[in-house]
């Protein structure tokens, strides 16, 4: 049976795969809108889909529905889509891949997608990814990383990627990467922080430095001022929703205490691991240890946000109706 099924048969140049997946690799819905940018601003041709009846509970991750002027007009099924973006400039194709993490029959799935790689050519693999950290919203966002090949290792160090030792449990992402290094594919990841009390708000600032850091790495022109722009605007509105909160506040000078703290460490000690800060991405952010309780902070935050989201709103439906 065919997992994966094309619409037809790109012809490609070398190409170099970049996926995100939504989900336990996804922390802030970072990664998956910085893939999201780049469909929107390529328009890549979407040239094969993942039919997700296998790999996915949908009671978990449900179907969507659709409506034009209170007619249905879509039902759309979870899974994961392709896409082809050729670059006159470049000397190489780049495929994307964007879905939701699989739920069920990892194995199978993983098979079913290197098999797809194979059947395209794909000569060069980057993961992108993100996770929450015990870090400030008001910190420069953390990058780390990791790679199968030197030639790969080095590029990454070359763009101030921080090599990540962690050990413990992965996504697919992990397994994925375990594959393409089996069949002999070049594969890196990228992996942001995102703070830990925004987890329920797609953050982009963290989705910023993914892209800026894609862009360098792909070696493509993208103009990313506007994301830029947008992603300062996020960060001044969140210091002054948490200004407002004394609580939240405090909690966060707290935390910027202690990432001035890690910076001095790093100077002296360059093999301190960045995931020392890592939170398993799970439905409610854990505590914090000898901080105070995030709880208040996440929810005057994210209700904050919430009421900030309900205004604009309506005054856009305001406008519409002027």
């Given at each position: 049976?065919?997992?994966?099924?094309?619409?037809?048969?790109?012809?490609?140049?070398?190409?170099v795969?970049?996926a995100?997946?939504?989900?336990?690799?996804?922390?802030?819905?970072?990664?998956?809108?910085?893939?999201?940018?780049?469909?929107?601003?390529?328009?890549?041709?979407?040239?094969?889909?993942?039919?997700?009846e296998?790999?996915?509970?949908?009671?978990?991750?449900?179907?969507?529905?659709?409506?034009?002027?209170?007619?249905?007009?879509?039902?759309?099924?979870?899974g994961?889509?392709?896409?082809?973006?050729?670059?006159?400039?470049?000397?190489?194709?780049?495929?994307?891949?964007?879905?939701?993490?699989?739920?069920?029959?990892?194995?199978?799935?993983?098979?079913?997608?290197?098999?797809?790689?194979?059947?395209?050519?794909?000569?060069?693999?980057?993961?992108?990814?993100?996770?929450?950290?015990?870090?400030?919203?008001?910190?420069?966002?953390?990058?780390?990383?990791?790679?199968?090949?030197?030639?790969?290792?080095?590029?990454?160090?070359?763009?101030?990627?921080?090599?990540?030792?962690?050990?413990?449990?992965?996504?697919?992402?992990?397994?994925?990467?375990?594959?393409?290094?089996?069949?002999?594919?070049?594969?890196?990841?990228?992996?942001?922080?995102?703070?830990?009390?925004?987890?329920?708000?797609?953050?982009?600032?963290?989705?910023?430095?993914?892209?800026?850091?894609?862009?360098?790495?792909?070696?493509?022109d993208?103009?990313?001022?506007?994301?830029?722009?947008?992603?300062?605007?996020?960060?001044?509105?969140?210091?002054?929703?948490?200004?407002?909160?004394?609580?939240?506040?405090?909690?966060v000078?707290?935390?910027?205490?202690?990432?001035?703290?890690?910076?001095?460490?790093?100077?002296?000690?360059?093999?301190?691991?960045?995931?020392?800060?890592?939170?398993?991405?799970?439905?409610?952010?854990?505590?914090?240890?000898?901080?105070?309780?995030?709880?208040?902070?996440?929810?005057s935050?994210?209700?904050?946000l919430?009421?900030?989201?309900?205004?604009?709103?309506?005054?856009?439906?305001?406008?519409?109706?002027?």
């Amino acid at each position: 049976m065919a997992f994966i099924e094309f619409s037809q048969e790109p012809e490609l140049r070398n190409p170099v795969l970049i996926a995100a997946f939504g989900g336990w690799n996804d922390a802030a819905d970072a990664a998956t809108t910085a893939l999201k940018f780049l469909v929107d601003h390529w328009k890549p041709l979407r040239f094969a889909e993942l039919d997700g009846e296998d790999f996915f509970v949908f009671t978990e991750t449900r179907p969507t529905i659709q409506f034009a002027r209170g007619m249905l007009r879509r039902l759309n099924w979870p899974g994961g889509r392709f896409f082809a973006h050729n670059d006159p400039s470049l000397d190489h194709d780049i495929v994307l891949y964007l879905g939701p993490e699989p739920q069920l029959r990892w194995k199978t799935f993983t098979h079913e997608f290197m098999e797809t790689c194979k059947r395209l050519h794909i000569s060069e693999v980057l993961l992108v990814a993100a996770f929450l950290a015990n870090i400030p919203h008001s910190a420069t966002v953390p990058i780390s990383g990791f790679a199968s090949h030197s030639d790969l290792l080095e590029k990454l160090s070359e763009l101030g990627v921080r090599d990540s030792r962690y050990e413990g449990p992965t996504g697919i992402i992990g397994v994925l990467q375990d594959a393409f290094n089996q069949i002999s594919i070049p594969s890196a990841s990228l992996w942001a922080a995102a703070p830990h009390y925004l987890a329920a708000t797609p953050n982009i600032k963290v989705t910023a430095a993914l892209l800026t850091y894609l862009n360098t790495f792909l070696g493509t022109d993208l103009d990313l001022r506007d994301i830029q722009s947008d992603a300062v605007r996020f960060d001044e509105q969140i210091t002054m929703l948490v200004e407002r909160d004394p609580e939240a506040s405090a909690y966060v000078r707290k935390l910027e205490e202690r990432t001035d703290a890690d910076d001095e460490d790093d100077e002296d000690d360059e093999d301190l691991d960045d995931e020392d800060n890592m939170v398993i991405y799970q439905d409610r952010p854990p505590s914090t240890g000898p901080l105070p309780s995030a709880d208040s902070l996440i929810r005057s935050v994210e209700e904050l946000l919430r009421k900030e989201r309900e205004q604009k709103q309506e005054n856009s439906d305001e406008d519409e109706d002027d």
